[in-house]
Protein backbone atom coordinates (compact mmCIF):
# COMPACT_ATOMS: atom_id res chain seq x y z
CA UNK A 1 0.00 0.00 0.00
CA UNK A 2 1.59 3.58 -0.91
CA UNK A 3 2.24 5.42 2.07
CA UNK A 4 -0.29 8.15 2.63
CA UNK A 5 1.37 11.63 2.58
CA UNK A 6 0.89 13.62 5.62
CA UNK A 7 -0.68 17.39 5.37
CA UNK A 8 1.69 19.95 5.43
CA UNK A 9 1.06 23.20 6.57
CA UNK A 10 1.08 26.64 4.72
CA UNK A 11 2.12 28.49 7.55
CA UNK A 12 4.67 26.24 8.90
CA UNK A 13 6.37 25.89 5.94
CA UNK A 14 6.52 29.50 4.94
CA UNK A 15 7.60 30.23 8.42
CA UNK A 16 10.29 27.47 7.75
CA UNK A 17 11.74 28.82 4.21
CA UNK A 18 11.94 32.36 6.18
CA UNK A 19 13.29 31.14 9.50
CA UNK A 20 15.78 28.39 8.12
CA UNK A 21 18.15 31.20 6.02
CA UNK A 22 18.27 33.51 8.72
CA UNK A 23 19.31 30.92 11.37
CA UNK A 24 21.85 29.29 8.90
CA UNK A 25 23.56 32.56 8.22
CA UNK A 26 23.62 33.91 11.83
CA UNK A 27 26.45 31.58 12.64
CA UNK A 28 27.89 32.41 9.08
CA UNK A 29 27.70 36.30 10.02
CA UNK A 30 29.47 35.50 13.45
CA UNK A 31 32.15 33.65 12.18
CA UNK A 32 33.12 36.73 9.32
CA UNK A 33 32.77 39.18 12.22
CA UNK A 34 35.27 37.20 14.33
CA UNK A 35 37.68 37.21 11.37
CA UNK A 36 37.19 40.73 10.57
CA UNK A 37 37.14 41.87 14.18
CA UNK A 38 40.80 40.17 13.86
CA UNK A 39 42.02 41.87 11.03
CA UNK A 40 40.98 45.34 12.57
CA UNK A 41 42.05 44.82 16.07
CA UNK A 42 45.42 44.05 14.51
CA UNK A 43 45.86 46.81 11.90
CA UNK A 44 46.53 49.76 14.48
CA UNK A 45 49.48 47.26 16.76
CA UNK A 46 50.64 45.96 13.85
CA UNK A 47 51.66 49.76 12.11
CA UNK A 48 53.06 50.64 15.94
CA UNK A 49 55.38 47.34 15.33
CA UNK A 50 56.16 48.52 11.64
CA UNK A 51 57.37 51.97 13.62
CA UNK A 52 59.62 50.24 16.59
CA UNK A 53 61.23 48.18 13.47
CA UNK A 54 61.82 51.84 11.53
CA UNK A 55 63.25 53.30 14.60
CA UNK A 56 65.80 50.65 15.77
CA UNK A 57 67.04 50.70 11.86
CA UNK A 58 67.68 54.44 12.30
CA UNK A 59 70.12 54.27 15.11
CA UNK A 60 72.18 50.76 13.28
CA UNK A 61 75.40 51.85 11.50
CA UNK A 62 77.16 49.58 9.35
CA UNK A 63 80.97 49.50 8.69
CA UNK A 64 82.25 46.77 6.62
CA UNK A 65 81.25 43.90 8.95
CA UNK A 66 80.66 45.31 11.89
CA UNK A 67 77.97 46.50 13.20
CA UNK A 68 77.11 49.44 15.30
CA UNK A 69 73.65 49.42 17.31
CA UNK A 70 73.12 52.81 19.80
CA UNK A 71 70.42 52.30 21.78
CA UNK A 72 70.40 53.78 24.72
CA UNK A 73 68.80 52.02 28.45
CA UNK A 74 65.84 54.09 28.80
CA UNK A 75 65.18 53.70 24.88
CA UNK A 76 65.10 49.79 25.45
CA UNK A 77 62.86 50.20 28.76
CA UNK A 78 60.42 52.93 26.71
CA UNK A 79 60.06 49.79 23.72
CA UNK A 80 59.75 47.10 26.15
CA UNK A 81 57.19 49.15 28.27
CA UNK A 82 53.66 47.26 28.16
CA UNK A 83 51.48 46.42 30.84
CA UNK A 84 49.80 43.94 29.08
CA UNK A 85 51.95 42.23 26.30
CA UNK A 86 55.74 41.32 26.19
CA UNK A 87 57.55 42.92 23.49
CA UNK A 88 60.85 41.57 22.28
CA UNK A 89 63.36 42.80 20.04
CA UNK A 90 66.52 41.34 18.10
CA UNK A 91 69.51 43.00 15.87
CA UNK A 92 71.36 40.22 14.12
CA UNK A 93 74.85 40.79 12.17
CA UNK A 94 75.03 40.34 8.12
CA UNK A 95 76.82 37.20 9.27
CA UNK A 96 73.68 36.14 11.59
CA UNK A 97 75.66 37.14 14.39
CA UNK A 98 73.79 38.24 17.84
CA UNK A 99 74.23 42.19 18.12
CA UNK A 100 71.27 43.07 20.61
CA UNK A 101 68.23 42.17 22.14
CA UNK A 102 66.52 38.78 22.48
CA UNK A 103 68.22 35.54 21.32
CA UNK A 104 65.04 33.54 21.53
CA UNK A 105 63.09 35.22 18.53
CA UNK A 106 63.24 32.64 15.29
CA UNK A 107 64.93 34.17 12.05
CA UNK A 108 62.99 34.43 9.15
CA UNK A 109 62.41 31.51 6.81
CA UNK A 110 65.16 30.92 4.78
CA UNK A 111 63.69 30.34 1.37
CA UNK A 112 62.23 34.00 1.67
CA UNK A 113 63.57 36.42 -0.81
CA UNK A 114 65.77 39.66 1.34
CA UNK A 115 64.41 42.89 -0.07
CA UNK A 116 65.86 45.56 2.26
CA UNK A 117 64.19 48.41 3.25
CA UNK A 118 60.41 46.74 3.53
CA UNK A 119 58.60 46.40 6.56
CA UNK A 120 57.32 42.96 6.82
CA UNK A 121 55.17 41.10 8.94
CA UNK A 122 54.99 37.14 10.27
CA UNK A 123 53.77 35.40 13.13
CA UNK A 124 55.83 33.32 15.51
CA UNK A 125 55.83 31.44 18.75
CA UNK A 126 58.18 32.85 21.98
CA UNK A 127 58.20 31.21 24.88
CA UNK A 128 55.35 28.86 23.71
CA UNK A 129 53.38 32.03 23.00
CA UNK A 130 52.21 33.16 20.31
CA UNK A 131 53.45 36.95 18.54
CA UNK A 132 53.12 39.18 15.90
CA UNK A 133 56.83 39.79 14.32
CA UNK A 134 57.81 42.80 12.71
CA UNK A 135 60.92 42.80 10.63
CA UNK A 136 62.87 44.50 7.74
CA UNK A 137 66.66 43.71 6.10
CA UNK A 138 68.94 46.52 6.34
CA UNK A 139 71.84 47.00 3.52
CA UNK A 140 75.67 47.99 4.35
CA UNK A 141 76.85 44.86 5.32
CA UNK A 142 80.37 43.46 3.47
CA UNK A 143 79.58 40.95 0.57
CA UNK A 144 76.03 42.34 0.10
CA UNK A 145 75.10 40.47 3.12
CA UNK A 146 72.17 42.54 5.23
CA UNK A 147 71.41 43.18 8.64
CA UNK A 148 68.13 42.11 10.63
CA UNK A 149 66.14 44.19 12.35
CA UNK A 150 63.11 42.68 14.26
CA UNK A 151 60.36 43.46 16.61
CA UNK A 152 58.07 41.11 18.20
CA UNK A 153 54.70 41.71 20.46
CA UNK A 154 52.57 39.22 21.62
CA UNK A 155 48.41 39.41 21.37
CA UNK A 156 46.87 40.26 24.38
CA UNK A 157 45.83 43.96 23.53
CA UNK A 158 44.93 42.24 19.68
CA UNK A 159 42.76 39.65 21.38
CA UNK A 160 40.98 42.19 24.19
CA UNK A 161 40.29 44.36 21.24
CA UNK A 162 38.84 42.04 18.62
CA UNK A 163 36.63 40.18 21.86
CA UNK A 164 35.35 44.18 22.43
CA UNK A 165 34.23 44.45 18.83
CA UNK A 166 32.55 41.15 18.73
CA UNK A 167 30.85 41.65 21.95
CA UNK A 168 29.39 45.28 20.17
CA UNK A 169 28.57 43.67 17.20
CA UNK A 170 26.70 40.70 18.59
CA UNK A 171 25.16 41.61 21.31
CA UNK A 172 22.75 43.54 19.32
CA UNK A 173 22.24 40.50 16.93
CA UNK A 174 21.23 38.50 20.60
CA UNK A 175 18.52 41.21 20.45
CA UNK A 176 17.46 42.14 17.09
CA UNK A 177 17.32 37.76 16.34
CA UNK A 178 14.29 37.63 18.52
CA UNK A 179 12.35 40.28 17.45
CA UNK A 180 13.28 39.18 13.94
CA UNK A 181 11.62 35.51 14.31
CA UNK A 182 8.78 37.91 16.17
CA UNK A 183 8.03 40.11 12.89
CA UNK A 184 8.26 37.43 10.83
CA UNK A 185 5.38 35.45 12.75
CA UNK A 186 3.04 38.57 12.73
CA UNK A 187 4.02 39.03 8.80
CA UNK A 188 2.66 35.77 8.66
CA UNK A 189 -0.46 35.74 10.60
CA UNK A 190 -1.52 39.00 9.16
CA UNK A 191 -0.61 37.70 5.41
CA UNK A 192 -2.49 34.89 5.69
CA UNK A 193 -5.40 36.53 7.35
CA UNK A 194 -7.46 36.60 4.14
CA UNK A 195 -7.49 33.07 3.71
CA UNK A 196 -8.98 32.55 7.00
CA UNK A 197 -11.43 34.76 6.40
CA UNK A 198 -11.90 32.80 2.97
CA UNK A 199 -12.21 29.19 4.67
CA UNK A 200 -14.79 31.00 7.42
CA UNK A 201 -16.93 32.25 4.71
CA UNK A 202 -17.32 28.95 2.51
CA UNK A 203 -17.73 27.34 6.32
CA UNK A 204 -20.78 29.41 6.81
CA UNK A 205 -22.24 28.84 3.70
CA UNK A 206 -25.52 27.26 3.29
CA UNK A 207 -25.18 23.75 2.25
CA UNK A 208 -27.26 24.76 -1.51
CA UNK A 209 -25.47 28.18 -1.49
CA UNK A 210 -23.81 27.75 -4.95
CA UNK A 211 -22.96 31.49 -5.65
CA UNK A 212 -19.98 32.55 -6.84
CA UNK A 213 -17.40 33.73 -3.87
CA UNK A 214 -16.27 37.47 -4.31
CA UNK A 215 -13.18 37.72 -5.99
CA UNK A 216 -12.25 40.95 -4.75
CA UNK A 217 -11.87 40.44 -1.16
CA UNK A 218 -9.11 37.72 -1.42
CA UNK A 219 -5.77 38.55 -2.32
CA UNK A 220 -4.01 38.68 -5.93
CA UNK A 221 -2.14 35.11 -5.25
CA UNK A 222 -5.16 33.78 -4.29
CA UNK A 223 -7.64 35.19 -6.78
CA UNK A 224 -6.72 32.19 -9.12
CA UNK A 225 -7.84 29.62 -6.91
CA UNK A 226 -11.18 31.66 -6.03
CA UNK A 227 -11.69 31.76 -9.95
CA UNK A 228 -11.40 27.98 -10.00
CA UNK A 229 -13.77 27.52 -6.98
CA UNK A 230 -16.03 29.68 -8.61
CA UNK A 231 -15.70 27.85 -12.16
CA UNK A 232 -16.50 24.59 -9.98
CA UNK A 233 -19.19 25.86 -8.61
CA UNK A 234 -20.92 27.35 -11.32
CA UNK A 235 -20.59 23.94 -13.09
CA UNK A 236 -21.83 22.10 -9.93
CA UNK A 237 -25.16 24.47 -10.50
CA UNK A 238 -25.48 23.64 -13.82
CA UNK A 239 -25.50 19.88 -12.76
CA UNK A 240 -27.60 20.33 -10.39
CA UNK A 241 -30.54 22.49 -12.51
CA UNK A 242 -29.62 19.71 -15.29
CA UNK A 243 -30.41 17.18 -13.10
CA UNK A 244 -33.46 17.91 -11.47
CA UNK A 245 -34.71 19.54 -14.85
CA UNK A 246 -33.69 15.33 -16.29
CA UNK A 247 -35.69 13.62 -12.51
CA UNK A 248 -38.57 16.27 -13.70
CA UNK A 249 -39.15 15.05 -17.38
CA UNK A 250 -38.18 11.28 -16.21
CA UNK A 251 -41.03 11.27 -13.51
CA UNK A 252 -43.24 12.87 -16.12
CA UNK A 253 -42.27 10.36 -19.25
CA UNK A 254 -42.66 7.63 -16.66
CA UNK A 255 -45.71 8.55 -15.63
CA UNK A 256 -47.71 8.11 -18.32
CA UNK A 257 -46.85 4.09 -18.86
CA UNK A 258 -47.64 3.27 -15.16
CA UNK A 259 -51.21 5.60 -15.52
CA UNK A 260 -51.60 3.23 -18.40
CA UNK A 261 -50.81 -0.21 -16.48
CA UNK A 262 -52.95 1.05 -13.53
CA UNK A 263 -55.97 2.17 -15.87
CA UNK A 264 -55.78 -0.98 -17.59
CA UNK A 265 -55.28 -2.81 -14.09
CA UNK A 266 -58.53 -1.48 -12.94
CA UNK A 267 -60.24 -2.24 -15.98
CA UNK A 268 -59.66 -5.66 -15.78
CA UNK A 269 -60.60 -5.78 -12.30
CA UNK A 270 -64.05 -3.83 -12.92
CA UNK A 271 -64.75 -6.47 -15.79
CA UNK A 272 -64.11 -9.28 -13.35
CA UNK A 273 -65.98 -7.41 -10.18
CA UNK A 274 -69.10 -7.07 -12.83
CA UNK A 275 -69.16 -10.60 -13.77
CA UNK A 276 -68.20 -9.84 -17.24
CA UNK A 277 -65.34 -12.48 -18.01
CA UNK A 278 -65.32 -11.71 -21.89
CA UNK A 279 -61.94 -13.02 -22.97
CA UNK A 280 -61.67 -10.61 -25.83
CA UNK A 281 -61.83 -7.75 -23.34
CA UNK A 282 -59.43 -9.31 -21.56
CA UNK A 283 -56.83 -9.77 -24.08
CA UNK A 284 -57.18 -6.40 -25.10
CA UNK A 285 -56.54 -4.97 -21.40
CA UNK A 286 -53.12 -7.52 -20.96
CA UNK A 287 -51.63 -6.42 -24.16
CA UNK A 288 -52.21 -2.95 -23.08
CA UNK A 289 -50.79 -3.55 -20.02
CA UNK A 290 -47.47 -5.04 -21.75
CA UNK A 291 -47.43 -2.58 -23.96
CA UNK A 292 -47.18 -0.03 -21.33
CA UNK A 293 -45.10 -2.54 -19.44
CA UNK A 294 -42.54 -2.93 -22.50
CA UNK A 295 -42.54 1.14 -22.70
CA UNK A 296 -41.50 1.66 -19.17
CA UNK A 297 -38.82 -0.79 -19.35
CA UNK A 298 -37.10 0.92 -22.41
CA UNK A 299 -37.52 4.33 -20.92
CA UNK A 300 -35.42 2.75 -17.75
CA UNK A 301 -33.34 1.03 -20.07
CA UNK A 302 -32.47 4.35 -21.84
CA UNK A 303 -32.27 6.30 -18.66
CA UNK A 304 -29.44 3.97 -17.04
CA UNK A 305 -27.60 4.03 -20.76
CA UNK A 306 -27.39 7.55 -20.33
CA UNK A 307 -26.70 7.54 -16.17
CA UNK A 308 -23.63 5.30 -17.52
CA UNK A 309 -22.49 7.80 -20.16
CA UNK A 310 -22.74 10.66 -17.49
CA UNK A 311 -20.53 8.36 -15.06
CA UNK A 312 -17.87 8.22 -17.64
CA UNK A 313 -17.87 11.70 -18.16
CA UNK A 314 -14.15 13.15 -18.71
CA UNK A 315 -13.13 9.51 -18.02
CA UNK A 316 -13.49 7.63 -21.46
CA UNK A 317 -10.61 5.01 -21.77
CA UNK A 318 -8.84 5.05 -24.73
CA UNK A 319 -9.32 1.74 -26.09
CA UNK A 320 -8.53 0.97 -29.62
CA UNK A 321 -11.63 -0.42 -31.44
CA UNK A 322 -12.48 -1.94 -34.30
CA UNK A 323 -15.80 0.24 -35.46
CA UNK A 324 -15.97 -1.73 -38.76
CA UNK A 325 -16.58 -4.94 -36.73
CA UNK A 326 -18.42 -3.26 -33.86
CA UNK A 327 -21.07 -1.48 -36.30
CA UNK A 328 -21.14 -5.14 -37.84
CA UNK A 329 -22.38 -6.92 -34.54
CA UNK A 330 -25.09 -4.28 -33.85
CA UNK A 331 -26.47 -4.49 -37.38
CA UNK A 332 -26.66 -8.14 -36.88
CA UNK A 333 -28.98 -7.31 -33.86
CA UNK A 334 -31.14 -5.43 -35.72
CA UNK A 335 -31.84 -8.07 -38.25
CA UNK A 336 -34.92 -9.81 -36.50
CA UNK A 337 -36.21 -6.17 -35.83
CA UNK A 338 -35.75 -4.81 -39.05
CA UNK A 339 -37.65 -8.13 -41.01
CA UNK A 340 -40.49 -7.70 -38.58
CA UNK A 341 -40.85 -3.94 -40.02
CA UNK A 342 -40.26 -4.84 -43.26
CA UNK A 343 -37.22 -2.45 -43.69
CA UNK A 344 -34.36 -2.80 -45.52
CA UNK A 345 -31.21 -2.76 -42.91
CA UNK A 346 -27.62 -2.70 -44.57
CA UNK A 347 -24.00 -1.77 -44.27
CA UNK A 348 -21.76 -0.54 -46.13
CA UNK A 349 -18.06 -1.14 -44.65
CA UNK A 350 -14.58 -0.35 -46.48
CA UNK A 351 -14.40 -3.14 -48.82
CA UNK A 352 -17.58 -1.48 -50.54
CA UNK A 353 -16.23 1.91 -51.26
CA UNK A 354 -12.54 1.81 -50.94
CA UNK A 355 -10.48 -0.35 -53.33
CA UNK A 356 -8.77 -3.60 -51.98
CA UNK A 357 -5.25 -2.97 -53.02
CA UNK A 358 -5.97 0.38 -50.60
CA UNK A 359 -6.91 -0.53 -47.79
CA UNK A 360 -4.47 -0.87 -44.88
CA UNK A 361 -4.57 -2.52 -41.67
CA UNK A 362 -6.71 -1.19 -39.26
CA UNK A 363 -8.08 1.78 -41.34
CA UNK A 364 -11.24 1.35 -39.15
CA UNK A 365 -9.20 1.40 -35.14
CA UNK A 366 -10.85 4.24 -33.59
CA UNK A 367 -9.89 5.58 -30.05
CA UNK A 368 -12.72 4.89 -27.69
CA UNK A 369 -14.91 2.87 -25.06
CA UNK A 370 -16.31 0.21 -26.36
CA UNK A 371 -19.43 0.03 -24.58
CA UNK A 372 -20.05 3.55 -24.96
CA UNK A 373 -19.82 3.15 -28.77
CA UNK A 374 -22.08 0.38 -28.99
CA UNK A 375 -24.86 2.06 -27.13
CA UNK A 376 -24.21 5.11 -29.91
CA UNK A 377 -24.63 2.80 -32.97
CA UNK A 378 -27.41 0.75 -31.10
CA UNK A 379 -29.56 4.37 -30.57
CA UNK A 380 -28.97 5.70 -33.73
CA UNK A 381 -29.83 2.55 -35.49
CA UNK A 382 -32.85 2.09 -33.30
CA UNK A 383 -33.83 5.97 -33.97
CA UNK A 384 -33.30 4.92 -37.68
CA UNK A 385 -35.74 1.98 -37.49
CA UNK A 386 -38.52 3.72 -35.48
CA UNK A 387 -38.85 6.50 -37.88
CA UNK A 388 -38.67 4.65 -41.23
CA UNK A 389 -42.11 3.51 -42.89
CA UNK A 390 -42.25 -0.01 -44.12
CA UNK A 391 -40.46 -0.79 -47.81
CA UNK A 392 -38.03 2.14 -46.69
CA UNK A 393 -34.28 1.55 -46.04
CA UNK A 394 -31.55 2.22 -43.16
CA UNK A 395 -27.84 2.11 -44.08
CA UNK A 396 -25.12 2.17 -41.49
CA UNK A 397 -21.85 2.79 -43.00
CA UNK A 398 -18.44 2.93 -41.77
CA UNK A 399 -16.09 5.02 -44.12
CA UNK A 400 -12.01 5.16 -43.72
CA UNK A 401 -10.32 8.75 -43.79
CA UNK A 402 -7.82 8.17 -46.83
CA UNK A 403 -5.34 10.45 -44.73
CA UNK A 404 -5.69 8.18 -41.63
CA UNK A 405 -6.97 10.74 -39.17
CA UNK A 406 -10.52 9.99 -38.56
CA UNK A 407 -13.13 7.22 -39.45
CA UNK A 408 -16.43 8.20 -40.71
CA UNK A 409 -19.63 6.33 -39.12
CA UNK A 410 -22.73 7.45 -40.81
CA UNK A 411 -26.22 6.05 -40.28
CA UNK A 412 -28.77 7.22 -42.52
CA UNK A 413 -32.40 6.25 -43.19
CA UNK A 414 -35.60 6.90 -45.96
CA UNK A 415 -37.87 8.20 -43.27
CA UNK A 416 -39.22 11.92 -42.92
CA UNK A 417 -36.50 13.41 -42.11
CA UNK A 418 -35.83 16.13 -39.01
CA UNK A 419 -36.93 19.99 -39.78
CA UNK A 420 -33.79 22.25 -40.22
CA UNK A 421 -35.43 24.21 -37.09
CA UNK A 422 -35.72 21.22 -34.87
CA UNK A 423 -32.65 19.81 -35.50
CA UNK A 424 -30.76 21.61 -32.55
CA UNK A 425 -33.99 19.94 -30.54
CA UNK A 426 -33.69 16.47 -30.93
CA UNK A 427 -30.54 15.78 -28.94
CA UNK A 428 -32.34 17.08 -25.89
CA UNK A 429 -33.67 14.59 -23.18
CA UNK A 430 -37.35 13.91 -23.43
CA UNK A 431 -37.57 16.19 -26.52
CA UNK A 432 -39.28 14.13 -29.61
CA UNK A 433 -39.89 15.85 -33.14
CA UNK A 434 -43.52 17.13 -33.62
CA UNK A 435 -46.22 15.73 -35.60
CA UNK A 436 -44.61 12.06 -35.16
CA UNK A 437 -46.67 9.15 -33.96
CA UNK A 438 -43.77 6.58 -32.95
CA UNK A 439 -43.67 6.05 -29.26
CA UNK A 440 -40.19 6.62 -27.88
CA UNK A 441 -38.59 8.12 -24.74
CA UNK A 442 -37.18 10.72 -26.62
CA UNK A 443 -33.52 9.60 -24.47
CA UNK A 444 -31.69 8.29 -27.80
CA UNK A 445 -30.42 11.25 -29.41
CA UNK A 446 -29.53 12.91 -26.34
CA UNK A 447 -27.31 9.71 -25.21
CA UNK A 448 -25.91 10.07 -28.50
CA UNK A 449 -24.94 13.28 -28.65
CA UNK A 450 -23.80 12.81 -24.99
CA UNK A 451 -20.71 9.78 -25.85
CA UNK A 452 -19.79 11.77 -29.18
CA UNK A 453 -19.17 14.81 -26.77
CA UNK A 454 -17.15 12.38 -24.76
CA UNK A 455 -15.36 10.86 -27.63
CA UNK A 456 -14.02 14.61 -28.42
CA UNK A 457 -16.30 14.54 -31.51
CA UNK A 458 -20.09 15.79 -32.73
CA UNK A 459 -22.85 14.39 -34.43
CA UNK A 460 -23.77 16.24 -37.96
CA UNK A 461 -26.92 15.96 -38.63
CA UNK A 462 -28.60 16.80 -42.53
CA UNK A 463 -30.89 15.49 -45.01
CA UNK A 464 -30.16 12.06 -46.33
CA UNK A 465 -31.63 12.61 -49.73
CA UNK A 466 -31.79 16.31 -51.95
CA UNK A 467 -34.48 17.94 -52.78
CA UNK A 468 -34.44 16.45 -56.57
CA UNK A 469 -33.40 13.20 -55.30
CA UNK A 470 -36.52 12.71 -52.80
CA UNK A 471 -38.68 9.60 -54.38
CA UNK A 472 -42.69 10.48 -54.27
CA UNK A 473 -44.25 8.66 -51.01
CA UNK A 474 -40.68 8.63 -49.39
CA UNK A 475 -39.14 11.81 -47.28
CA UNK A 476 -35.60 13.30 -47.31
CA UNK A 477 -34.24 11.08 -44.62
CA UNK A 478 -31.88 11.84 -42.09
CA UNK A 479 -28.65 11.01 -41.91
CA UNK A 480 -25.91 11.22 -39.06
CA UNK A 481 -21.87 11.70 -39.12
CA UNK A 482 -19.92 10.84 -36.67
CA UNK A 483 -16.17 11.64 -37.27
CA UNK A 484 -14.07 9.82 -34.56
CA UNK A 485 -10.45 9.55 -33.91
CA UNK A 486 -8.48 7.11 -35.65
CA UNK A 487 -6.61 4.82 -33.78
CA UNK A 488 -2.79 5.89 -34.91
CA UNK A 489 -3.65 9.61 -35.17
CA UNK A 490 -1.10 12.06 -33.20
CA UNK A 491 -3.84 14.29 -32.01
CA UNK A 492 -7.78 14.51 -32.08
CA UNK A 493 -9.46 16.04 -35.49
CA UNK A 494 -11.72 19.09 -34.92
CA UNK A 495 -15.38 18.30 -36.33
CA UNK A 496 -15.54 19.66 -39.94
CA UNK A 497 -17.87 22.44 -40.77
CA UNK A 498 -20.82 22.29 -43.62
CA UNK A 499 -23.95 23.63 -43.89
CA UNK A 500 -25.63 21.23 -42.26
CA UNK A 501 -26.08 21.70 -38.06
CA UNK A 502 -23.43 21.00 -35.54
CA UNK A 503 -25.35 19.47 -32.36
CA UNK A 504 -23.82 18.36 -29.12
CA UNK A 505 -25.21 17.27 -26.14
CA UNK A 506 -26.60 20.40 -24.00
Same mark, same amino acid.
Given at each position: ???????????????????????????????????????????????????????????????????????????????????????? /?????????????????????????????????????????????? /????????????????????????????????????????????????????????????????????????????????????????????????????????????????????????????????????????????????????????????????????????????????????????????????????????????????????????????????????????????????????????????????????????????????????????????????????????????????????????????????????????????????????????????????????????????????????
Amino acid at each position: MPRRREQRSLFGEILDWMLAPLLLLWPMSLALTWLAAQGIASRPYDRALVESVRSLVQRIEVRGDSVYFDLSRETARMLRADEVDNVY /YQVLGPRGEFVSGDRDLLQPPGDEPRQPGEVRMRDEEVHGDSVRVA /YQWVEGGAGGRAVLVQVAETLTKRSRLATEIIKGVILPQFVILPVAVLLVWLALVRGLAPLNALQQRIRERASDDLSPIEVHEVPEEVSPLVQSINDLLERQQTALVTQKRFLADAAHQLKTPLAGLRMQAELATREIDAGHGDPQVMKASLVQMAHASQRAAHMVNQLLSMARADAKAGTVARDEVDLEALATEVVRDFVPQSLDAGIDLGFEGPDTQVPSGLRRPGDTQVLGHPMLLRELITNLVDNALHYTPRGGTVTVRVVPDPFGQVVVLQIEDSGPGIPLAERALVFQPFYRALGTTVDGSGLGLAIVAEIAQQHGTAVVLDDARAPGQVLPGEGPGARFTIRLRHAQSPEPPAPAATDSALHQAP
